[in-house]
């Protein structure tokens, strides 16, 4: 490893000066501690290509969901204000909600399991800081400021009428591209539809989203034109767990010290292949030396490989001086694909799957919730014991739909109020309706369990729920029955001795 950099003299005079990058500091902090920019280099390659392909992909696939229509709403739509996650024709109700943790999980399983075989691939390729700070953000600086040397050079010069200028126009592109999506953003939640009304009405008639969408077209502007690569060194938690993720058998980016050192010009004696050009760090948009070898700030972008190969065919070198391999390989040995930390990851992986799909399997096109009413847990009359319930039907279909409740395992002489028709529900409608059951005094033998049971009209499935009917004691019943009878038994007589008295 090379020695850490140290301060010219030059340097010294201005600390924002570029330093040879060390594994010591962050490259992007100065030596007063300010914030030190980065202008990456253009570079151009077959992984350069295929990023900025599979980037624009990925910016397009976000764009056009909200547009494509599966059963009646946009293929994604978490609708907030209806209480539905609608995912490319599969609808949730917010009592479903527990299901996205198996979903989320399973994505972790994912992560870590793709981590332990091939490192931050997903920083560098799919992470949508990467993808639009990259794809987006720079392409617009790039279009407007010129390349490395010219923006550089433009941050430097004095402040100008072109200059100004420049500015204005980038910021405020980059303002219309945060504005842009968040508003795109927001219609995953209200449809596009809505959010097209809102922005036609006044900001106080939808003050909230209207306060949700500046704000946050304010934090994406100060994150993709200022912050930028910060947020994965300071922020992200993912580069600090990659250390426990990989081995050295994972797939990195990764400089070959055998081949390349000791660095050297071309021509000079007994130098490896590496020339020192640096091009390398001048395309890093971390702004890290991958000579160095994996750092927290390395985001797997594969610009420094398509940089080196493009020096080494220059300079008539076989390609590959930095390349993706792991450490073992990058030593000259055999990577180990299938081994302990990749049967574990995988093992939670599918243990995760097989989780995630048996619960989504029990998700019906209804909901169903059966619930007691607030008050006491029952009530005693003079002729009866009845217990009152609610009960809670959610039509999730984007169709109308009809169903048949039902209460099963009642004993006999148990009357049942509500529900004597079959329940009509527009689509993705919901209802909420009581449900009383009484039970004739002399017939009450105590508490009993039965089931209240949810048909659509096709009887294609069933929901069903158990519920207990509690009421008093039988015996205190009894007792209290006889009371009664005794004590009506006395009025009765002490009515008829008053009557014969009177005559």
């Known amino acids: 490893m090379s020695e850490p950099s140290k301060l010219t003299p030059s340097s010294a005079k201005h600390p ?23 202008h990456p280099a253009d570079v151009g390659g077959r992984f350069t290509v295929a990023r900025r392909w599979s980037g624009w992909a990925l910016i397009a696939f ?11 709403h946009p293929a994604v739509f978490i609708d907030i204000a209806e209480g539905r996650f609608h995912f490319f024709g599969y609808t949730l109700a917010a009592q479903d909600t527990w299901l996205l943790f198996f979903g989320l999980t399973g994505l972790g399983f994912a992560l870590f399991f793709l981590t332990a ?6 920083c560098g390729w799919a992470c949508p800081q990467t993808v639009y700070l990259e794809h987006v953000y720079r392409l617009i600086e790039r279009w407007i400021d010129g390349d490395a040397p010219e923006r550089r050079a433009l941050k430097e010069a004095p402040l100008t009428g072109a200059k100004v200028g420049k500015r204005v126009a980038k910021h405020g592109l980059f303002i219309v591209a945060s504005l842009l999506i968040t508003h795109l953003f927001l219609s995953y939640f209200v449809s596009l539809p809505e959010v097209w009304h809102m922005m036609s009405a006044a900001p106080g008639e939808h003050w909230a989203a209207f306060v949700f969408v500046f704000v946050s077209a304010g934090i994406l502007y100060f994150n993709f034109a200022w912050f930028r690569e910060q947020l994965c060194i300071v922020i992200c938690p993912y580069g600090r767990l990659q250390s426990a993720l990989t081995d050295d058998n994972s797939m ?36 890290i030396d991958i000579r160095h070898g ?38 000259g040995g055999r990577t180990r694909w299938v081994r302990p930390r990749t049967i574990v990851y ?8 097989a989780v995630a799909t048996f619960a989504f399997s029990t998700v019906k096109p209804a909901g169903f919730l059966v619930y007691r009413m607030s008050g006491a847990a029952y009530f005693v009359g003079e002729d009866a014991v009845r217990n009152q319930f609610m009960v809670r039907l959610v039509n999730k279909r984007s169709i109308p739909a009809t169903y048949l409740v039902t209460a099963e395992g009642v004993p006999e002489g ?14 993705q409608a919901e209802q909420v309706s009581p449900l009383v059951l009484s039970v004739d005094r002399h017939r009450y033998t105590g508490a ?20 207990e009917f509690m009421g008093p004691d039988p015996k205190l019943l009894r007792e209290d029955e006889e009371e009664r009878v005794e004590h009506a038994r006395e009025s009765a007589g002490s009515k008829k001795e008053h009557d014969d008295d009177g005559k």
């Not at 985001?299 to 450490?327: N, Q």
Request: aromatic share 8%; proline share 5%.
């Open 16 to 38: 924002k000066a570029r330093l040879a990058p060390s594994v010591d500091s962050v490259t992007t902090i100065a030596s007063d501690g300010s914030r030190r920019d980065i």
């Open 62 to 72: 976000y764009l056009v969901l909200p547009w494509i229509p599966v059963n009646g």
């Open 117 to 122: 075989l091939f490192g931050r691939l997903w």
């Open 252 to 287: 990195v980016i990764g400089y070959d010290t055998k081949r390349g050192e000791p660095r050297g010009k071309l021509g000079t004696p007994d130098a490896g292949a590496c020339v020192a050009c640096n091009r390398c760090v001048q395309v890093c948009p971390t702004g």
């Open 294 to 331: 994996l750092q927290l700030e390395c985001i797997g972008c594969a610009a420094c490989i398509d940089a080196c190969d493009e020096v080494m065919t220059k300079v008539g070198r076989p390609k590959g001086l930095v390349r993706y391999d792991s450490f073992v390989g990058l030593a």
């Open 346 to 353: 995988f093992i939670l992986l599918l243990v995760g799957v």
């Open 414 to 427: 148990v009357h049942l109020t509500g529900f004597d028709a079959p329940v009509q529900l527009a689509a």
């Open 448 to 467: 009993f369990h039965f089931t209240v049971k949810v048909e659509d009209v096709d009887r294609t499935y069933e929901l069903s729920r158990v519920v």
